[in-house]
Nanobody, 121 residues
Framework: QLQASGGGLVQPGGSLRLSCAASGFSFDRYAIGWFRQAPGKGREGVSCISSVGGRIFYANSVKGRFTVSRDDAKDTVSLQMNSLKPEDAAVYYC????????????????WGQGTQVTVSS
């Protein structure tokens, strides 16, 4: 299972670091994705990182501001979010896929419970 944490309230321009902790499976064999869902909107892909090789995807809306990384020794993936904007406010989810790499939400079959990010002054 996956557990996302690190959300909270931050002012525009601020930073948060989300963490996704995994347990119960061979974490290093799974690509991990971050997705978000704002009120009244569909879920969108934010970033993903491959299981091997360090291939990374960022949505255009977060490129240059968000950084994803993984620590297989600790079975965690982090999402460093800088220069946050009000439009980044959403529930953020991490998810795992047995594929080496995937940008497709439909290919992720294990989901964490989500952590709320609020960006407001």
């Amino acid at each position: 299972q996956l557990q996302a944490s690190g959300g909270g309230l931050v002012q525009p321009g601020g930073s948060l670091r989300l963490s996704c902790a995994a347990s119960g499976f061979s974490f290093d064999r799974y690509a991990i994705g971050w997705f978000r869902q704002a009120p009244g909107k569909g879920r969108e892909g934010v970033s993903c990182i491959s299981s091997v090789g360090g291939r990374i995807f960022y949505a255009n809306s977060v490129k240059g501001r968000f950084t994803v990384s993984r620590d297989d020794a600790k079975d965690t993936v982090s999402l460093q979010m800088n220069s946050l904007k009000p439009e980044d406010a959403a529930v953020y989810y991490c998810a795992a896929t047995r594929r080496l790499y995937s940008e497709l939400e439909t290919e992720y079959n294990s989901w964490g419970q989500g952590t709320q990010v609020t960006v407001s002054s």
